[in-house]
């Protein structure tokens, strides 16, 4: 079977999950695709996921309420390891890179990581990855009775609900004691689409001006075409936006059908997380920012006179 | 305790990559420690200062024999001591995390730091992989760490914002920035550096075989429209830009 670690988050099956089935129907890898539902309260998630696949595993547990590495690791190992799985496919997301490698120590297979792309011969599972902040297309390849692999958020359309649903089991874990014990959290949560799900961003650099310019630009006109909002690590870093809305190397990385930066660079940690996006917008008062070699469109100006124009045409 | 702290070697991120026979070609390329590793250097060096009972500080570097330079580095901004597995072979993360575990066991260390992610290979998984082999714990995309005794706490970031932690050592920990601010070598510890042990290691000492085949790479040319917009009239500038976007673009409606 190809196992694919459900993305799940406030009872919504995540758009990743759907883009993990297209990857595992594509990737020409054996076994019928089976979706692995990890969490506590689950039963929403676990009925929407019958429509992308041939069965769905659900592991409804008090334990798993809140995402933990080894917990994560644990199960997916243990249900590969039953199901004999022939691929573990596990999100892209920052989670997923941090738990699928230990998922790949435990079954002693071999990693491929971040695909965008996933094609087989005979028993060789080959995958497009980026390399070199994303500057490269590398491909790899690995062979095994089993390979894990994670797959880059918004580089396979989402699937869609195959004719019948797949039938749903409960299965038992046997799960370890979480050693890392989580002592605080802060959600930075925003009221708008989550970065990795929006189809546009308005993204605002240091060029913006201030944090009290930022909402006026750059949610101003995030609110008028109804866009997600990203920020700079410069932005980030003076303490004018949270870190959730970060993009670049070491913030999120995002693939939107539209990106418009404003008062943004262009460095290369920022380009390593929005580069790939389909459409870049770039409004900067330098007309020799690195930003707009990597754009579609570009108006050289000031943002303080666009960027009100823009919202009220936007409106219109 | 001894902190085993894990050092790359990767292009300056400013530098232009090349292909050659389908694969990169650092030829002629300035390279230098990978900077989330060395928040990692910094990091281990400054857990000591601060009082931890830091026994020895030994920088780990897998690679080619250039990669000696990342590890003087390392050595002179004060690391204690450094090992190097000579290779030119090309480990994924997970075969890597062999060698980093049978060295973490055999210099007894109890603390392990490694760069978040990878400037090259673009890789986050050697921590993870590392922590899995060892049973230890791991906490990625660390900012915030201290120790005290055998326990450690910090911050780091998650999915959906930031936690605070616990744990107790032994554990793998990835940095970023943000952890701390790398200090520059001075002259006097290059030159102290070069007297300090720098290990060579054989990678057949460690029995470790590639997973993961490297077949092909390609240089991103996705070729962009560039259609600049003049924004000496801010009215006119708006109303082009959403017309192209709603119309030739079509990503608004
Ligand atoms: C290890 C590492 C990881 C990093 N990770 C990230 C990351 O994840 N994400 C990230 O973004 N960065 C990251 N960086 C930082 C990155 O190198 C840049 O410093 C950062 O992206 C710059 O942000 P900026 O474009 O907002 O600011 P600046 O570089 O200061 O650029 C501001 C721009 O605004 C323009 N401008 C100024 N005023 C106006 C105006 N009135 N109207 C229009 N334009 C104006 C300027 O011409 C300039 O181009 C990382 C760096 C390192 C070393």
Redesign the interface.
Known sequence: MILIVAEH?GGKLGKSTLEMVTAARESGREGPITLLVLGSGVAEVANASAAYADQVLVADLPELAT?N??LW?AATAQIAQEGEASTVMIGG???G??????V???LD??????AIRLTSSGSAL?AQ??????????????E?PVIVVTVKPGSFAPAQAAGTAGEQYDVELTLPT????????????TSRVALTEA??IVTGGRGVGSPENFSAYVEGLADA?GAGVGAT?AVV?AGWR???EQVG??GKTVQP??YIALGVSGA??HL?GM??S????A?N?DAEAPI???????????VN??V???I???RK | MNILTLVRQVPDAEARVKINAQAVDLEGTTLVIDGMDEYGVEEALRLRESGAAVEQIIALAVGPKRVEDALRTALAMGVDRAIHVETSERLDAVALSRIVAQIAQAENIGLILVGGQEADWDSQALGAATAERLGWPQLTWTNELKIEGDVLTGRHDVDDGNESFRATLPAVVTTQQGLNEPRYPTLPNIMKAKKKELRKDDLSQYGVQPMVRYVNAEIQTRARRNHMIDGKDPQAAAAQLLELLRNEAKVLS
């Open positions: 988050a995402y590495a080894e690791a997301s920052r989670s890179r941090e738990y699928a490698p230990r790949a120590v435990k297979a071999p990693y491929l990581e971040d080959q990855r980026y390399t070199y902040l994303a500057r490269v297309t590398e491909t790899v390849e690995a095994g979480p050693r890392v014990e989580v002592t605080g959290k802060s959600v930075e949560k189809d546009v075409i690590r870093d949270p870190y959730a190397q070491t059908g539209a290369v940690q390593s580069g790939k389909k459409h870049i917008i409004i008062k707009f070699k990597v754009a579609d469109y570009g108006i050289v100006g000031d006179q666009i009100p124009a823009l009220a045409e936007a």
